[in-house]
């Protein structure tokens, strides 16, 4: 069990369930998202276009989550200001800048200028998502991990809990993708090192690649490896998985340790080429029946954050050097 401020305590509590898993509702996506519904539309699409699609998400299906994820730009502060988001709810944003600098096989992120972690908790952010590119044996991983902990410092100024994703790729020039055995290796290194650092939540990617590693006990076992890696809650990421094999992921992670999941694409993708009136019968009845799924799922089998986190013993004048 860690000690953590009573700041960052509560933001966890406010983002996730009364049973103490989180069911994060994601629409944070920028650039890809925004190529891939002007793909489909015969106007060009924007940016209130772009919000109010992300409107529709939250509106529809942020009831049935603990929290919703929302990028600075488009969404975060126009949903509050439009009482999109129920108080009722958590909100995490993002502090990095879109996509990524420097060679594919070398990648380097940023942060977002003009923006940042005190800046989103003066707005009533709950939870500070960064997301970073990452593998061991990239040129630039010092550079990532440096990046990581100045965010970190700056969460722990703020308190507010930092939920970190390290999305790995491969840096080798000849190889596009790494393989299920290497990918299972980056993400449980990543977790080991990133949570040893003072990260407070561990967004991860499926700790293998279930297209090319279908046996679904090898799944539970990588699993049961990253639990024993990460020092800190770890909650699954979906990317664009079909949500019938997301459920199998959710399974497979909360039965071996995870703390739930920030899932986005696989709830809502099936929107992006429709038309509103047909986005909106989707969010209000399938997908919001699949945001209901996973929520449940995770109550009924995540492991509870509180069983990673407390506040330290609070007397009657805690508050005098506080």
Sequence with gaps: MKLTSLGKFRA???????????????????????????????????????????GQIIESLAVAGSAVLLDPEYSAAQLIASNTISGQRGLLTGVEKTGYSGDPTARENSLLPDWGVAKAKRAGVSGIKL???????????????????QVIDDCAASEIPLYLEPLSYSPYPNKDKISSAERREVVIEGAKRFSAMGIDILKAEFPLDVASDTDEAEWERACADLSIACAVPWILLSGSTAFETYIKQVTAACRNGASGVAVGRAIWQESIPM?????????KHEALRRMQRVTALCDALARPWTDFYQVGELTTTWYVNY
């Design 12 to 54: 966890l509590q406010q983002c996730s369930t009364p049973a103490g898993s989180f069911a994060i509702l994601a629409a944070d996506h920028r650039g890809n998202l925004l190529e891939a519904l002007q793909k489909h539309s015969p106007t060009p699409i924007t940016d209130s276009d772009f919000t109010a699609f992300k």
């Design 131 to 149: 997301l970073v590119h990452y593998h061991p044996a990239s040129p630039t991983a010092s550079q990532i991990e440096a990046l990581v902990q």
């Design 275 to 283: 038309s509103n009136a047909e986005r909106e019968n989707f969010f």
